[in-house]
């Protein structure tokens, strides 16, 4: 029994969140905790991850009519992929947070909140039925709603988290829809009954598509874009977590351990459609966009949506590919911003001077390293990720659309690497601030996974299987090869220079990129117009009430009135008799008279 219950022992970051309280004030003693938790959990994730892949663990948790609801725990292989994802980042983030927060105040409630998420997403990967899942879901928002918002004193900050978790939140409410469908039409919320259900009725589709809107909206695709480039408000650190392990890439999970339902229902193509929209959004909003992080958020944006065609295509290897390697380049690259900016007081590239082997070797390299690999060069694994992804397509106008993202991907990354190594004499690289050793060891342990996980592609026989089962010849790697390096080149001939490509402000190009297609001021009209509704309503409303209540105060004075006639005096009731009489014999008169 306690060998079964051994994945739930994976949360210890809640445990260590309990303890933060205990601690709060106490930034040293703080920070040591939310360590010692990620440690602990990273040794009992290593214990699952290797004995326990396939085993379930299920305690109940209510009961209605009869039924009881339970807390499930499962290690299915996917599970521990991603299990063990995020045992592997959290304490790197933690020691990173180290040197990033040393100087920053309200350490020990930063703790507290990064270890809730890391006790979130733990959660999140060993979840076997939707009970579970929807708990560690709802946990995710809620926490990285809180460390958006950790710096809620700046101006910007409060409006980025209210706008991540009013996005979020639309999905949770369809989330908890699909459940609610499931469970009437099913009677089992469990991940693997419901895996084995043949056919596919009016309500599993319902329910999928809701699941699906709610994974769209946690991952960022479109619509549901707009919130993950305003999170970059929160702390560096944060932003990798957010981007490198589960909270984004939660959707694309999520949808992945439902693939085989999707593909029986038929809704694979919209999965298609909206990881396509979503990644030629981010490329070209990753081109215009002058902040360090928010061009990472975008590539997030564009890894996810990647990710999502591969499962649009029914290939959830390639998907899983992307979603490893994905990871560790994206962590090393926040990382490395974060550093930049920490170092250079800057957060825009175009105000960044002189960042190369001057700055630091190793940061440099190690951020080479992670461009490299988002961009898609051999043998980095960020190249098997993208192959994969393009191999997968069974159409060639989709293949080609792929190709062109992959291209567009290597300019605006290499841009974002060329620019701030631009040579000013005017800025003095010596006037830079020292990266602490506590943010440059994670860096550099990041740097090696990302290597590692190229040549773990390079060495593993599943991989070449795959390559035969989607037809990947040598012309996908080459065509990607020589897109990729083109990028690079034009990143170069473009940027390396010194001064950003002349754009003229006035053209359509320029509106569209700026202002993001405009998706979000389409929102901001989509609420305008809500709220001039509501007000419209809110108007109508008044005058009925204000004519209901006229005809109220009516009927009150009529009443009045005759209180005062009926009041008990003889008198009274003897004239009102008399001028009743006398009008009706007036009446009879002029009846009489005609």
């Keep these: 029994m306690m060998f079964q219950a051994l994945p739930l022992l994976s949360v210890v970051p809640l445990v260590a969140a309990g303890l933060l309280i205990l601690a709060m004030h106490r930034d040293q003693a703080s920070k040591y905790i939310a360590m010692a938790g990620s440690l602990i959990s990273l040794l009992v994730i290593a214990v699952v991850v290797l004995y326990y892949v396939g085993g379930a663990y299920s305690v109940g948790w209510f ?152 994974a769209f909206t946690k991952s960022a695709q479109f619509p549901f874009n707009e919130w993950l480039s305003d999170a970059m408000e929160g702390p560096t650190p944060v932003s990798a977590f957010l981007h490198s392990s589960t909270m984004v890439k939660a959707g694309v999970f999520l949808v992945a351990i439902l693939l085989p339902l999707y593909a029986r229902a038929g809704l694979l193509m919209p999965i298609l459609a909206i990881g396509i929209i979503t990644a030629v959004i981010a490329v070209m909003n990753a081109l215009s966009e002058h902040h360090i992080k928010k061009i990472l958020a975008y590539s997030t944006m564009e890894d996810l949506a990647l990710m999502f065609v591969a499962l649009g295509f029914n290939n959830i290897f390639a998907a899983m590919m992307l979603f490893v390697v994905q990871t560790f380049y994206k962590a090393l690259l926040f990382m490395s911003a974060g550093s930049m900016m920490k170092a250079t007081g800057e957060e825009d590239i175009y105000k960044m001077y002189n960042l190369g082997m001057r700055t630091g070797r190793l940061l440099y390299i190690s951020t080479i390293i992670g461009v490299l690999s988002l961009a898609g060069i051999f043998p980095l694994g960020g190249f098997f990720g993208k192959l994969g992804v393009d191999a997968s397509s069974s159409s060639m106008y989709v293949y080609l659309i792929l190709v062109a993202i992959d291209f567009l991907s290597s300019l605006y990354i290499f841009r974002w690497l060329y620019i701030p190594s631009r040579k000013n004499s005017g800025v003095s690289s010596f006037g830079y601030r020292t990266i602490p050793r506590s943010m440059m060891a994670p860096i550099a342990i990041l740097a090696v996974l990302v290597l590692a996980s190229g040549l773990a592609y390079l060495l593993l026989p599943m991989y070449y299987t795959a390559m035969v089962r989607f037809n990947i010849g040598l012309l996908g790697p080459l065509v990607e090869t020589a897109l990729v390096l083109a990028g690079i080149g034009s990143a170069y001939i473009l940027y390396s220079r010194g001064k950003a490509p002349h754009v003229d402000a006035s053209s359509l190009r320029y509106k569209l990129l700026h202002n993001s297609f405009f998706i979000n001021a389409f929102y901001v009209s989509l609420l305008k117009g809500i709220e001039a509704l509501g007000e419209g309503f809110d108007a109508v409303n008044d005058s009925i009430n204000g004519v209901l209540n006229s005809g109220a105060y009516s009927f009150v004075v009529f009443g009045n009135a005759l209180k005062r006639i009926e009041n008990g005096s003889i008198n009274t009731y003897a004239i009102a008799f008399a001028a009743g009489i006398i009008f009706l014999v007036i009446v009879f008169a002029m009846n009489l008279i005609k």
């Design 63 to 214: 009961s209605v009519a009869g039924y009881t609801f339970h807390i499930t725990t499962t290690v299915m292989p996917l599970n521990a992929l991603l299990l063990a994802l995020v045992g592997i980042v959290t304490p790197l983030i933690f020691w990173y947070s180290f040197g990033y927060m040393d100087t920053r105040s309200e350490q020990s409630r930063y703790y507290f909140e990064m270890s809730l998420f890391a006790a979130a997403m733990m959660l999140f990967a060993i979840s076997g039925n939707f009970i579970t899942i929807f708990i560690a879901w709802e946990m995710l928002g809620i926490t990285s709603y809180l460390l958006i918002g950790f710096w809620y004193a700046k101006k910007v900050v409060p409006d980025a988290a209210r706008k991540a978790i009013s996005t979020i939140l639309i999905g949770d409410i369809l989330f908890l829809a699909a459940i609610i469908v499931l469970w009437s039409a099913y009677h089992t919320l469990n991940i693997q009954a419901l895996l084995s259900i043949t056919g596919s009725s009016l309500y599993l589709k319902v329910a999928l598509a809701f699941i699906l809107v709610a």
